[in-house]
């Protein structure tokens, strides 16, 4: 364990997180496609307790605007993505729309985001999906020299440049986040 120190609104607080470079003692797809595409990554655990960017910030001591969350979003007619966006941004569905070009776009229910990607609402990654979707990343992530992002199960984070994620899902960057 990893103890690091956060300075926030509330004072100094310090969080215990496991840091494996050693991308050996844990595995899931996302990993998987990673070390396939020989990418550099670092692989970070917490406890997990609950859903959502902002716990997986503060229990690993990162900045939320560091943490990227993956969300599914549905463009209509059977067409599902990925958008990657900041944990402290929601996600735009007006100019999503605008960047693939359809009229509409909403959030995909979590029943199908779990089918589409084959992980769990909490533990979404967009490397290694089940399906392969259509993938962009909102354009402050890349002002970072890196940031996490989930590898794909609760608790398991993955430290990369945005740059590397951008050559791994060969996505867009556009301004998605509000």
Do not use: W
Not at 20 to 43: C, D, G, N, W, Y
Not at 67 to 83: C, F
Not at 100 to 125: N, Q
């Amino acid at each position: 364990m990893t103890r690091v120190a956060l300075i926030s609104s509330k004072g100094l607080m310090t969080h215990e997180v496991q840091m494996t470079p050693e991308r050996k003692t844990m595995s899931t797809r996302a990993i998987q496609t990673l070390k396939k595409a020989q990418l550099p990554f670092e692989v970070i655990t917490y406890t997990h307790k609950e859903k959502g960017a902002a716990f997986a910030a503060q229990a690993m001591g990162f900045p939320l605007e560091r943490t990227v969350k993956t969300l599914i979003a549905d463009l209509g007619g059977r067409r599902y993505m990925a958008a990657l966006l900041p944990g402290n941004t929601q996600l735009d569905l007006k100019k999503l729309a605008r960047v693939f070009h359809t009229k509409h776009a909403s959030m995909a229910d979590a029943s199908t985001a779990e089918r589409l990607t084959g992980y769990l609402v909490g533990g979404i990654s967009p490397f290694g999906l089940k399906q392969p979707l259509e993938s962009v990343i909102d354009s402050p992530i890349m002002n970072y020299e890196t940031v996490v992002i989930n590898g794909g199960r609760r608790g398991v984070m993955l430290k990369i440049a945005p740059s590397d994620i951008l050559l791994a899902l060969k996505c867009a960057v556009a301004e998605i986040g509000r």
